[in-house]
């Protein structure tokens, strides 16, 4: 089996339940604040500063460099969306919450550990680029967010075909130079990475209750 269909196969349970929670389906729905959504934002802020930081330190190892896209780092849109939606001064609004802090660490981490660089850099960005395509169409319709600042971290100008991209991905993925040690390495911190990210939702919620 190759690394690619091994770990989407273990993960994949992992993923359904983050893709089920109460929050994201409340946000989906239109039964919450635009402000509910605003605060996911600044979350998606903590989390991509680190994982883009890790990116930059790890540019020139011969594991993570094939993982390393610039094209891919939300930091200019996310700097856009809350601009938007939170006003010029939104770095002195915002703040992570616990389980942004704990993904953070984790992430900041693999700094020492490329495969877990690789983990995680699966786990959010080929989100971003299949499912987070619908999150992004069903957001702008809720909330009437329109391209330029709100949900810009959806939009990936600098990739010309996502499929071609995705497919790319995963022949990376398989041609990565690991045993089978590490490929379980790599699948048990991409699983910690979708808990991690699901408690994130979480804590969410329970500041924004559904409606």
Known sequence: ???????????WGEHDAVAGLPYIN???????????YAAMVAQHHFVYQALEGVSRALAADPIAAPFVFPELYRAEALTRDLTALRGPGWRDLIEPVPA??????????TAAWPGGYI????????????????????LQRIY???????ADFYIFDEIPSRPRFKQEYRRRLDALPIDAGERARIIEETLLAYRLNGELLADLGHLAPAA
């Open 119 to 138: 983990a995680h850099h699966y786990t959010r960005y080929l989100g971003d680029l299949s499912g987070g395509q619908v999150v992004r169409s069903r």
């Open 1 to 11: 089996m190759s690394f690619y269909a091994e770990l989407r196969e273990a993960t």
């Open 26 to 36: 409340a946000l989906l729905d239109g039964r919450l604040p635009r402000e509910a």
């Open 100 to 109: 942004t802090r704990e993904l953070v660490a984790r992430i900041e981490r």
């Open 144 to 150: 009437g967010i329109e391209r330029g600042g709100g």
